[in-house]
């Protein structure tokens, strides 16, 4: 079996676009015989749509996108994350859910176990968890689909539970012949450490591959760095896309150890990842809200270089405008500073001193100011 990972940068609501892009990446797995496309946890929504979700017509318009999506996908079977409607009278009104498209149809969903409520997750307010999960049968294989925060309840690897079940080792005990997880899982310091063990262990554990494939790109305050994977039963590390940029890759799941590995270059550093997360969300953030150009303080400081220095990074020279405005406490050099640090970087710059406007505001505030010496206030 021939399986594409689809490490795609989806755009909160842009449901038309994001479903586009996912029938691009189809065509380009199709192109190279594969067998099975796999998207991230809600690829058709973006992640995490939030209040989007209690917007009258916008899960309903989710759900007809995707049936427009699954009547021109043929040839191949595609995992496609949404958001699917509760259809029962009581409980949460939606299902965080992955549709399997083949044939032109919705062939079977499998709904996420697990949904998160700590940190910057709040799952538990818009959906029901999965009442039971049974394996994908497709081509004589049983695969264990599993959504993002399933893969995290392994009593090996956390002190605590926070869940009384396992989606992983439950799709095991039903006969499971791999394990799918499709995910949407933010960025911090370290996490590619936290997930490659996790993801490791849960293969070693079950002797299985275990595919892993997630979101990249920035929505508002998150970051989601890719670096989708897949580790054989013997835990090693045969497949990793890149880091912090889309990627498409299609391998072979039954080539067994005289099979390529496909291993995209990795950041190898901690500041490396900060940096390449850094101009991910500001390029997805400016993009994806409409903006074109970025304007910023340049105080001839260390602070406002580097980010004049990731703005530029992100969106290109032409579209960051720095401004410098000098007072009466301004240092000499902290202005040619500013000004050679915006001409290193071919961005356009504004010098405007403001001395008159500071004279005009102390001059307001003297009654408020009066027997008080002058001090870092000013």
């Not at 586009?20 to 594969?34: F, R, T």
């Not at 991910?280 to 004049?308: E, H, P, Q, W």
């Not at 403001?354 to 009066?370: H, M, N, S």
């Amino acid at each position: 079996m021939r399986i594409g990972l689809g490490q795609i940068n989806s755009t909160v609501g842009a449901l038309r676009q994001n479903a586009l892009k996912m029938l691009s990446y189809i065509d380009q797995a199709k192109a190279q015989n594969a067998d099975l496309m796999i998207f991230p946890e809600m690829a058709l929504t973006g992640y995490p749509p939030k209040d989007l979700l209690e917007k009258a017509g916008f899960v309903e318009e989710n759900v007809k996108v995707l049936h427009g999506l699954a009547n021109k996908v043929d040839g191949i079977t595609a995992i496609v994350g949404f958001v699917e409607i509760n259809p029962e009278p009581a409980g949460k009104p939606f299902f965080n859910s992955a549709a399997v498209i083949r044939n032109r149809r919705v062939m079977s969903i499998h709904r996420k176990s697990l949904l998160p409520t700590y940190d910057v997750f709040d799952e538990g307010r818009y959906f029901e968890p999965a009442a039971s999960q049974d394996p994908l049968v497709l081509d004589g294989r049983r695969i264990g689909v599993t959504i993002c925060e399933d893969i995290w309840n392994d009593k090996d690897y956390t002190p605590r539970l926070l869940y009384h079940i396992d989606p992983v080792q439950l799709a095991v005990q039903k006969h499971a012949d791999f394990i799918v997880n499709i995910s949407s899982s933010p960025y911090h310091l370290e996490k590619w450490e936290e997930r490659q063990e996790l993801i490791r262990g849960e293969a070693l554990k079950y002797r299985k591959h275990v595919i892993y494939v997630n979101l990249v790109g920035g929505n508002d305050e998150l970051i989601f760095d890719g670096r989708s994977v897949v580790f054989s039963p013997e835990g090693e590390m045969i497949v990793r896309a890149r880091d912090f940029e889309e990627d498409l890759l299609v391998f072979d799941l039954d080539a067994g150890e005289a099979g390529e590995k496909i291993l995209r270059p990795s950041s190898a550093s901690d500041m490396e990842n900060a940096r390449r997360a850094l101009v991910l969300g500001v390029r997805d953030y400016v993009a994806k809200c409409g903006f074109r150009n970025v304007l910023l303080g340049l105080s001839g400081g260390i602070d406002s270089a580097v980010t004049c220095v990731l703005a530029v990074e992100a969106l290109g020279p032409e579209n960051v405008l720095g401004v410098m405005m000098p007072s009466q406490y301004s240092s000499e050099h902290s202005v040619t500073d500013a000004v050679n640090l915006a001409k290193n970087l071919g961005i356009r710059y504004e010098i405007i001193p403001i001395p008159k406007i500071f004279d005009v505001y102390r001059e307001e505030l003297r009654a408020v100011f009066k027997d008080c010496p002058e001090d870092i206030t000013e």
